[in-house]
């Protein structure tokens, strides 16, 4: 949320109008030969309201139905977050059977992708968050170390349990100087969110930097649809994710959960929830039936 005079590599919501986010819909008329009515698309820059026209040049994508798959998976594990997590794993970490990865807010529904995709790979899983619960639910999703950050010292669990070779970023602040602390040599910085700096008048110092020339660290910020542009070959194309991904959900090998608001007059609720880390799942706007 921010001043959409702010630029940003994505607009921002405008007071008085609709926000938007990505959606699963299905398609009432269509004046578009290659989508039919009654398809479903997932569509990005998708207005909460109960009824949308599109231009032609909206981004969509078809979506084929699949037993075993439930739709809104495509808001979720499938679509941004599960792109976010299988991308940049991908693309910027590079994991190897064996190796060590750290994901900060490995509850959330890109963290807990990330730890479960990296157990898929064979690598050693620590996640931690913050409160017992989500532990609870990091271990039950197979993360091989999962503690409370608001209990136990990052950087101690880190010592213990390390050297780590990954580390997932979606905090900053004094999490990433502890892990630039905990690295062995070669390792790989996935810089995908700054949640400690977000709502701060003064960011986070980081002061361990040294730690990156000594141990010749690779830190990277990446976009999902950048990444996904390099591992697919073009743009707007997901075939790759896809044959990855389907299989491990119709196995059951990757778990995932919903925290469903019904109805547009909850989205609000639901961002709340998103922003303040109180959900303890993917938080999802069921906003009609289709």
Request: with cysteine; glycine share 10%.
């Amino acid at each position: 949320m921010r001043d959409p005079s702010v630029k940003s590599y994505a607009p921002g919501y405008q007071i008085g109008k609709p926000i938007w986010g990505f959606a699963v819909v299905q398609v009432l008329k269509s004046e578009v030969e290659s989508v039919k009515v009654g398809d479903y698309l997932r569509v990005a820059e998708c207005p909460f309201q109960e009824y949308n026209v599109l231009p032609p040049e909206h981004p969509v994508t078809l979506i084929k139905e699949e037993e075993g798959v439930p739709l809104s998976l495509h808001v979720g594990i499938l679509g941004m977050p599960g792109q976010t997590a299988f991308y940049g794993l991908e693309v910027v970490g590079k994991p190897a059977k064996g190796e060590t990865i750290y994901v900060s807010s490995g509850a959330s529904g890109v963290g807990s992708l990330v730890a479960q995709l990296s157990k898929a790979k064979g690598l050693k899983v620590i996640a931690s968050a913050g409160s017992d619960d989500k532990v609870a639910f990091m271990k039950s999703i197979g993360v091989d170390v999962a503690f409370n950050y608001k209990t136990e010292s990052v950087a101690d669990v880190l010592v213990r349990e390390g050297p780590i070779d990954i580390y997932w970023d979606n905090v900053g602040g004094p999490t990433l100087d502890a892990a630039l602390g905990a690295f062995a040599p070669g390792g790989r910085v996935i810089v995908c969110g700054s949640m400690s700096d977000y709502n701060t008048k003064e960011a986070y110092g980081i002061k361990n930097t040294s730690q990156i020339l000594f141990k010749r660290l690779r830190v990277e910020g990446f976009y999902w649809f950048l990444a996904g542009e390099t591992y697919e070959g073009q743009k707007n194309k997901s075939e790759r994710f896809m044959q990855a991904m389907v299989p491990l959900i119709k196995s059951r090998q990757l778990k995932w959960s919903e925290q469903v608001y019904n109805g547009v007059e909850s989205v609000g609720e639901a961002i709340v929830a998103v922003q303040t880390g109180t959900a303890t799942a993917k938080v999802v706007v069921k906003v009609d039936d289709i």
